[in-house]
């Protein structure tokens, strides 16, 4: 079955930098828009960053613009997310998941519900 394997979280000062990366298999990697998701306690899971199948593409939450990057390396399947300037708000446990554009007819989307397929999550701590 597919799976999606997050990596690279842990603990970081403010104003630190963490990347994560998310492998995929079992799972046609270049015909799946992929996303960056973010869950803290007590709150919904919420959209950080999206990207395109070929890569061509980004979309970043506002809470993310200037700080984050999204990127994808469709021949090894991985999705990552560099984070820079850290911040205390951005602590989290962090999911990438895929998301069929042919099924939604976009390039990407912000919706959870979008998405047929997420990791286990990795933890992000920002310590102030």
């Known amino acids: 079955q597919v799976q999606l394997v997050e990596s690279g979280g842990g603990l970081v000062q403010a104003g630190g930098s963490l990347r994560l990366s998310c492998a995929a298999s079992?799972?046609?990697?270049?015909?799946?828009?992929m996303g960056w998701f973010r869950q803290a306690p007590g709150k919904e899971r919420e959209f950080v960053s999206g990207?395109?199948?070929?890569?061509?593409?980004?979309d970043l939450a506002d809470s993310a613009k200037g700080r984050f990057t999204i990127s994808r390396d469709n021949a090894l399947s991985t999705v990552s997310l560099q984070m820079d300037n850290l911040k205390p708000d951005d602590t989290a446990v962090y999911y990438c998941?895929?998301?069929?554009?042919?099924?939604?007819?976009?390039?990407?989307?912000?919706?959870?519900?979008?998405?047929?397929?997420w990791g286990q999550g990795t933890q992000v701590t920002v310590s102030s």
């Open positions: 079992k799972l046609s990697f270049s015909l799946y828009a």
């Open positions: 990207i395109s199948r070929s890569g061509g593409r980004t």
């Open positions: 998941a895929a998301v069929s554009t042919v099924r939604i007819s976009a390039w990407t989307s912000r919706r959870v519900e979008d998405y047929a397929y």
